[in-house]
């Protein structure tokens, strides 16, 4: 079956450092693929996604791009801010509707001042 | 546009004991969705609803949990007898259909923070 697989947090982070949270996926055809957000005390927002191979989804300065061969989806950040403390999860769909996510275990990012 | 709205936000409970957890859809969003997240694990689905229909319900756990959507609007998810595993966070989602191309505005509420001790 599907699954996603980010790198294991917390992850901790001094204001303007570079950031990359690893994901990679298991998967049977072509999924779509997802990073969510979720800020302290609010519900899980969509960030980027992508919907084929090669393609790059981009968002607040947050990129990711769709690595078939690779099977990874690995998210990128240049300079961090203090607001972007959250926990970020990978996630794809299922090929044929898209209607049920599967999601990686979630990474905490402390961004520090 | 209101977004996807869930309550109670947080709910502690006996072990036992039963709760229900609502949810409301954005409106005219035919596709509703129960997510769950334990102990600080990955995000794990639990059931689709189309209209009042449920799609697929391969996720739920077992059969403490029942999910409704009477009428196609909002949607409960009670569970009976509440066990200590089921502590954690449950979310919910809707989306609508566009013609020939699948799911959009895939939208998450808040989730309702359930503690079950």
């Known amino acids: 079956g599907n699954s996603v697989t980010q790198m294991e947090g917390p992850v901790t982070l001094s204001e303007e450092a570079f950031l990359t949270i690893n994901c990679t996926y298991t998967?049977?055809?072509?999924?779509?693929l997802f990073w969510y957000v979720q800020y302290p005390g609010e519900g899980l927002q969509l960030l980027l996604k992508?919907?084929?191979?090669?393609d790059k989804g981009s968002n607040k300065g947050f990129e990711a791009t769709y690595r078939k061969e690779t099977t990874s989806f690995h998210l990128e950040k240049g300079s961090v801010q203090v607001s972007d403390s959250a926990v970020y999860f990978c996630a794809l769909d299922r090929e044929t509707s898209g209607s049920r996510l599967t999601f990686g275990e979630g990474t905490q990012l402390t961004v520090n001042p | 546009e209101a977004g996807v709205t869930q309550f109670p936000s947080h709910s502690v409970i006996e072990k036992g004991q039963t709760v229900t957890l609502r949810c409301d859809p954005i409106?005219?969003?035919?596709?509703l969705y129960w997510y769950r997240r334990v102990m600080g694990k990955e995000i794990k689905f639990l059931l689709h609803?189309?209209?009042?229909?449920?799609?697929?319900e391969s996720g739920m756990p077992n059969n403490r949990f029942l999910a409704e959507r009477t009428g196609g609007t909002y949607s409960t998810l009670k569970v009976q007898p509440a066990e200590l595993e089921d502590s954690g966070v449950y979310f919910c989602a809707s989306s609508y259909y566009y013609p020939g191309q699948g799911p959009h505005g895939y939208t998450f509420g808040s989730g309702t923070r359930l503690t079950v001790v």
């Open positions: 992508a919907t084929k191979a090669d």
């Open positions: 609803f189309v209209k009042e229909s449920k799609q697929d």
């Open positions: 998967a049977t055809g072509y999924p779509s």
């Open positions: 409106s005219g969003h035919d596709n």
